[in-house]
């Protein structure tokens, strides 16, 4: 059997899941969620084992640090999984919620209701917990879900997709409601972007060559790309604070796409401020790159280069800009930033007020590190990924974002003249 005829039948068998998972009741789903999240923390070695095997063959095709930290598990990132998992299961079940109701003058009443979508296919890369994250979100959800990882977590996604597909068969769920594609083929990418009438919605997580193998998509794109966030550090800052808030911003995780890219400084605290934040960054690791001017304060920084100010590093690499005032500094992240996450450092609640007015970002932050953008941060358990579109859904993606809404209307014999 060819890839695609072996992938449209199990697309096929997909679609016919979603159909019965779209009516599965909260407690069936919520049982399968509490077995998966036994299952994860009892099946740590197998896990580990799994994702040390692709660990080597990452390291043996000499991807980069940032690369290798993104596709690596732990014992703790392991029982992050499972409590995810938990929360999912803990929150309201988005089917069947009524959105608005209303009556009108004729007597017809109206009721927006959430659904779910149907069937969506997630294709990602380098990262072994959206296995597990998208499944879970899909499922309570009531949606069918389609994974389709990178070849690089093959073997580790391969393991999380059948303790899944377990979990859904002890309670008497349809295995095919999660269909992992074991295939590491990249044909598969563009079998599916053919099928409309297969696949609903396609998220896709990873980067430019992720993005250019969906171009053309026959089937709707919900779109996780890039992540160039800033942080700007404006001249009614606290300094202490805005140095707690960068540090962790570039530092703590900087394979994501929440960490921080670019930080733009306003001129008035820029002398003081830029000495006292390089030191702790260059003590990290953090390699700097800045304008002339701040160059002249940091003498450790290299001149950033214009393509600089456009780069999503997901390294220990950070560009620095010095601006003269607050309308250069929403200018120059309306230029450079992709959308997802900025965050201003201010005393100043006019300030405050105009940056998150006139920034127009996903997530927009005030005196707080652009590192929250994360479902399970938000209260959502986990998350599909971080959507930078201005369609049906924006910013980190959990339940709700995963439904869509019909209108059901009740009458009394009403006819329409």
């Not at 980069?64 to 990132?77: D, G, I, Q, Y």
């Not at 570039?250 to 960490?259: L, Q």
Request: contains cysteine; proline residues 5%.
């Amino acid at each position: 059997m060819s890839l695609e005829a072996e992938l449209l039948a199990g697309l096929a068998a997909a679609r016919r899941a979603a159909r019965a998972l779209a009516l599965a009741p909260t407690e069936q789903k919520n049982r399968a969620l509490a077995a998966l999240a036994r299952a994860i923390p009892a099946a740590t070695a197998a896990i580990l084992a799994a994702n040390a095997e692709d660990l080597a063959t990452a390291r043996a095709n000499g991807q980069n640090a940032a690369f290798v930290e993104r596709l690596t598990l732990t014992p703790a990132r392991i029982a992050a999984m499972a409590e995810g998992v938990r929360q999912v299961m803990d929150l309201p079940d988005p089917v069947g919620e009524v959105m608005a109701q209303w009556q009108r003058p004729n007597g017809l009443e109206i009721a927006q209701v959430r659904v779910p979508i149907g069937l969506i296919a997630i294709v990602y890369e380098s990262r072994p917990n959206v296995t597990v994250d998208a499944g879970v979100l899909g499922l309570k959800a009531g949606n069918a879900v389609v994974l389709r990882g990178g070849r690089e977590a093959l073997a580790t996604n391969r393991v999380l997709a059948g303790l899944i597909g377990k979990a859904l068969a002890t309670v008497g769920l349809d295995a095919a409601c999660v269909m992992f594609i074991d295939n590491p083929d990249r044909a598969a990418i563009q079998i599916m972007k053919r099928h409309p009438e297969a696949i609903d919605l396609i998220i896709p997580r990873g980067g430019g060559a992720l993005k250019q193998a969906l171009q053309g998509s026959e089937v709707p794109i919900l779109p996780h790309f890039d992540g160039i966030c800033h942080t700007y550090v404006d001249r009614d800052a606290d300094l202490n604070m805005a140095a707690e808030i960068c540090v962790n911003a570039k530092c703590s995780r900087p394979s994501v796409c929440n960490a921080m890219e670019n930080l733009v400084v306003h001129r008035e605290v820029a002398p003081q401020f830029l000495p006292l934040v390089a030191e702790r960054l260059l003590q990290a690791g953090v390699e700097i790159r800045g304008d002339e001017r701040t160059c002249a304060m940091v003498p450790a920084a290299r001149p950033a280069a214009p393509e600089d100010w456009d780069t999503e590093y997901l390294d220990l690499i950070l560009a620095v800009k010095v601006v003269d005032t607050l309308d250069e500094a929403i200018a120059f992240i309306g230029r450079h930033g992709s959308g997802l996450a900025d965050a201003i450092v201010t005393t100043s609640s006019e300030s405050a007020e105009r940056f998150q007015r006139e920034v127009d970002s996903a997530t927009v932050y005030i005196n707080a590190s652009t590192r929250f953008t994360d479902g399970f941060e938000f209260g959502f358990g986990a998350e599909t990924g971080i959507s930078t579109n201005r369609l049906h859904a924006r910013g980190p993606m959990g339940l709700r974002e995963l439904t869509t809404y019909k209108y059901v209307i009740r009458g009394t014999g009403q006819v329409r003249k």
